[in-house]
């Protein structure tokens, strides 16, 4: 099942370019950038800041869009989508894991994982279900009830993970899940994380400053040495 | 959970400005619904059919006497039904009330507003010195059909050289439509100018009532035309437009009105909106990160929305019942002076519309930025 899963394409990025325009200066992040990802892989980005490993995992969660080339997600280009379309394919197919959790404080544990079921034509008693499962999977149905403000960093990125995982996408991104965790905690979310990608075969890709994250990642891509390596197999073809 | 659950939560995330927000809110909805109040009252505090009864007055000052004579002149011009008459005494028992001297033939078949038993207005006919007084009058004093009662005149002396007047109470009648009031004491004119000392003959005003088919317009200016050239000249106006002029001798009140609402409009825009903007820019992570989730940027907007709606529409409601309840006692403290003051529903509208239209204002800039919201910026991607 594992291997007839990771020959399917869940992510390609073909020859994006990407710039930012920061007063007269035209920033040049990604340039013919590619890049393909396969069905239940977990992709550890790593690389020194400034690489734009978290503007690749934006392009790939129809966050932000690429100045030029295609973002294919299964067999859906994302980057010619409407706003409003965007948002829909975002909800039905993406789970986001931020450093900062950024949870409503406003709403419980219980409450924020519901958050994203708003958008599923769930009853509340289904969605209410669908959250409490969620929770259960990562381990914090005991503390459904709590405020944020009353749970530690680990809790809240835990609470963070059921909210990304509650409405089931395939693909889960991740932009440094474990910056501001301890190591111990940050263990625990990996190992989670883990879990998520083996036993429920979800895609995964993290933007990782931690070295330690690569023992748990199926692939570790290190950004630097993976754009020198595809400019150098690009000027490659040129000559030939 | 849902959108309305979301707003509850949000609008109390910070309960102190929401608090002194929303206290703001129903102030300035207070005052709005208190001026509407007395404007109601200036405006629609006769009975229905105040639209045919004019008021002829003289035309330098409502202190001038006119020639109690100008009955007959004014009954003989087209389009005029019946006419009655009536002067004030000013008079006092304990305190101050409207008492007038009126035409005990006509005047309370056209002033049908007053409702007294058959039997008590026909005794009040027969009986020269007979007093038709209200009911709360009636109440606070004590007096009762067959009790004699003196009056004092701060302006009328008596044939006898004295001030106080003796009457005897023969009917007492109720409000008709609840918008007069039962403070105000009739007795007969007859007795009155044949016992003055002087002014025989004179009336304060006059009251033609005008035929419903005929112009009002048309009937008052022939009146006036009339009397043009005597010592006696008139002015004629409805009813409603005399009670109107007389309390805009004091203040313009659609004038102070009209600006009040302005100015609780503007404040009320400036006073939410700054509270939403702040509101909408302390959320901006939690916006992306909603919009990130698949929330539209319409979700959102709805959200701020029917948050200024809430705020707004809770001030408002607060406002106007604190306004409802504080004029009780504002319609009790006037009662004699102003008639009729009351919140109508047309105000309450105008307030609905207010709020509708303050949240729509209060949500525009919000939704701009949420509109224009980049989620890879405000989560902090960069390269």
């Keep these: 099942m594992q291997t007839e899963n990771q020959n399917k394409i869940a992510i390609q990025l073909k020859q994006i370019n990407k710039s930012y325009q920061k007063g007269n200066n035209n920033v040049v992040v990604h340039e013919n950038f590619n890049l393909s990802i396969a069905e239940g892989e977990f992709v550890a980005l790593m690389g020194p800041s400034g690489l734009g490993k978290s503007t690749l995992l934006h392009l790939i969660g129809g966050l932000d869009l690429p100045t030029s080339g295609s973002v294919i997600i299964g067999e859906q280009r994302i980057d010619t989508l409407s706003e409003g379309k965007l948002s829909t394919w975002r909800a039905e197919n993406i789970g986001f894991v931020f450093q900062s959790h950024h949870l409503l404080p406003v709403l419980t544990a219980q409450g924020n994982v519901e958050l994203p079921l708003l958008l599923t034509p769930l009853n509340n008693k289904q969605r209410k279900q669908h959250a409490s499962l969620a929770l259960r999977l990562v381990g914090m149905e005991e503390r459904a009830n709590h405020l944020p403000k009353e749970l530690s960093g680990g809790q809240e990125q835990r609470v963070a993970i059921a909210r990304a995982i509650v409405s089931d996408p395939k693909i889960i991104l991740c932009d440094e899940p474990t910056g501001n965790l301890d190591r111990k905690t940050a263990d625990e979310i990996l190992s989670l994380l883990t879990t998520l990608n083996k036993n429920h075969g979800k895609t995964i890709v993290m933007v990782t400053h931690d070295l330690r994250a690569s023992e748990y990642a199926s692939r570790v891509i290190d950004l630097e040495q993976y754009i020198d390596a595809s400019k150098q197999s690009q000027l490659s073809a040129l000559e030939e | 959970m849902n959108i309305f659950q979301l707003v509850w939560r949000n609008s109390f995330r910070k309960k102190t400005r929401f608090s002194l927000t929303c206290l703001s809110v129903m102030i300035a909805f207070f005052l709005f619904s208190i001026l509407a109040g007395i404007n109601h009252a200036l405006t629609s505090n006769v009975s229905s059919n105040n639209q045919y009864r004019l008021l002829t007055s003289h035309k330098i000052s409502l202190a001038r006497s006119l020639p109690i004579n100008y ?32 035409d005990h033939n006509s005047y309370f078949e056209m002033f049908d507003e007053y409702n007294i038993p058959v039997s008590q207005l026909e005794q009040w006919k027969k009986t020269r010195t007979g007093l038709v007084i209200g009911q709360a009058i009636a109440n606070k004093y004590g007096w009762k059909i067959g009790d004699k009662v003196p009056l004092i005149s701060s302006i009328w002396m008596n044939r006898e050289g004295i001030f106080t007047w003796q009457f005897t109470v023969s009917a007492i009648y109720q409000s008709a439509d609840g918008a007069s009031n039962e403070k105000q004491i009739f007795f007969q004119h007859a007795y009155f100018d044949k016992s003055r000392a002087y002014a025989r003959y004179m009336v304060s005003w006059l009251t033609p009532k005008v035929d419903e088919q005929a112009d009002v317009d048309e009937v008052s200016q022939r009146i006036d035309k009339l009397f043009a050239n005597s010592n006696g000249a008139t002015r004629t106006t409805t009813e409603q437009v005399f009670i109107k002029e007389r309390v805009q001798q004091f203040v313009d009140m659609a004038m102070v009105i009209k600006l ?7 404040t009320l825009l400036l006073i939410v909106c700054n509270t939403m903007i702040q509101s909408n820019r302390e959320r901006l992570n939690e916006s992306a990160m909603m919009k990130a989730l698949g929330f539209s940027s319409r979700f959102l907007i709805a959200q701020v929305y029917l948050e200024s709606f809430f705020l707004l529409a809770l001030g408002a409601l607060l406002g106007c019942i604190s306004a409802q309840l504080c004029l009780v006692y504002v319609r009790h403290l006037f009662t004699d002076f102003l008639p009729g003051i009351a919140i109508d529903n047309v105000h309450y509208l105008n307030v609905t519309l207010l709020v509708f239209l303050a949240a729509t204002l209060c949500s525009l800039l919000p939704a701009l930025t949420l509109k224009r919201l980049t989620i890879s910026n405000t989560l902090g991607a960069k390269a």
């Design chain 2, 260 to 266: 009040v609402v302005i100015a609780v409009f503007f």
């Design chain 2, 71 to 102: 009955q007959q002149k004014i009954i003989a011009i087209a389009g005029v039904e019946s006419v009655s008459y009536a002067s004030w005494f000013g008079g006092f028992f304990k305190d101050e009330t409207n008492q007038l001297a009126v």
